[in-house]
């Protein structure tokens, strides 16, 4: 089993900007195949950002240039930059292992 505890949402200005952490325990061997979906009511999850070893990352279009994802190995972590944040951008962020592991999920609400 893997355990994934998110932390970091909260409430931010339009322009701002916002650093979620995962950190994952259990039986968990890498950061390999971790990252973010994240879900507004109605619609379905949407991938923000992947990472794998050797740091490939993949983001979905609507971030690209803006959130930026990274990981520590050694942590069992992995967090997530958000710049430039947009009232589009509140949702609910889950952080996720692969094949099938989710945390709770953490809100972000971007709003003046």
């Known amino acids: 089993q893997v355990q994934l505890e998110e932390s970091g949402g909260g409430l931010v200005q339009p322009g701002g900007s916002l650093r979620l952490s995962c950190a994952a325990s259990?039986?968990?061997?890498?950061?390999?195949?971790m990252g973010w979906y994240r879900q507004t009511p109605g619609k379905a999850r949407e991938l923000v950002a992947r990472?794998?070893?050797?740091?490939?990352?993949i983001y979905g279009d609507s971030v690209k240039g803006r959130f930026s994802i990274s990981g520590d190995n050694a942590k069992n972590s992995v967090y997530l930059q958000m710049d430039s944040l947009k009232p589009e951008d509140t949702a609910v962020y889950y952080c996720?292992?692969?094949?099938?592991?989710w945390g709770q999920g953490t809100q972000v609400t971007v709003s003046s």
């Open positions: 996720y292992k692969e094949p099938l592991y």
């Open positions: 259990g039986r968990i061997f890498s950061i390999n195949g």
């Open positions: 990472i794998s070893n050797g740091g490939l990352t």
